[in-house]
């Protein structure tokens, strides 16, 4: 079956630092790449997404970049803050259906 | 008030007994999901309802059921609750196609 690989489950950065997460997708016909950010307690929600016929997209310190020859996605976030530590979550759609596959999950904490 | 309401927030049952999680939204979509939360596994989707008359079965749908009540409510049942179903349940709308996913705030439930 179609399958998300997002890496790594845990990172911890300083304060200010930048942060990168990684995903890998297996579905070559997916074209639409969201990233969801969990709060404790709280449902996941959405910070960016991309669409396969863009290749970086950018709203502020946020950035999602992908390459789709590789079939991979990453998450970019410049100018860490505490307010930053969450647990976020990639996703693929899968072609020919009405589904997305999510990552594992990232847990990021950002050390004042 | 929240755009998708989950009720309960946490729910503490019995083996074998019968419970049902509910879920409301606000914003008028047709599209809703139920998603289940485990650590180390992300999201995975349980079913998903495109208007009243259309139920779909997602990855792991085994022991649960599903009812769309309306187009603002769609319950998710297991009929005879089993351990391995602790876990952290998500309901969520979208309006359409690779856009974003509301999220209601997750039930925490525990089969004991």
């Known amino acids: 079956g179609e399958n998300v690989e997002q890496h790594p489950s845990t990172l911890s950065v300083q304060e200010g630092d930048s942060a990168v997460i990684k995903c890998t997708y297996s579905d070559s016909a997916s074209n639409y790449f969201p990233w969801y950010k969990q709060e404790l307690g709280k449902g996941p929600q959405l910070i960016i997404d991309i669409r396969s016929n863009v290749g970086e997209k950018k709203d502020q310190r946020i950035a999602v970049t992908l390459n789709k020859t590789a079939k991979h996605f990453s998450l970019h976030i410049t100018e860490t803050q505490p307010e930053d530590s969450a647990v976020y979550f990639c996703?693929?759609?899968?072609?020919?259906?009405?589904?997305?596959?999510f990552g594992t999950g990232t847990r990021l904490k950002v050390l004042a | 008030d929240a755009d998708v309401t989950q009720t309960p927030r946490n729910r503490i049952t019995k083996t074998g007994k019968r419970i049902m999680l509910e879920c409301s939204q606000t914003k008028g979509h047709d599209r809703m999901y139920w998603y289940r939360q485990d650590p180390g596994l992300g999201l995975r989707l349980i079913y998903y309802?495109?208007?009243?008359?259309?139920?779909n079965k997602g990855e792991i749908s085994d022991g649960y059921s599903v009812s769309r009540q309306a187009q603002a409510k769609f319950s998710l049942s297991l009929e005879s609750a089993i351990p391995n179903q602790t876990a952290l349940y998500f309901c969520a709308t979208r309006d359409r196609e690779f856009t974003e996913a509301f999220f209601g705030q997750g039930t925490r439930l525990t089969v004991v």
């Open positions: 996703a693929a759609s899968i072609s020919g259906t009405y589904k997305y596959i």
């Open positions: 309802s495109f208007d009243v008359k259309d139920i």
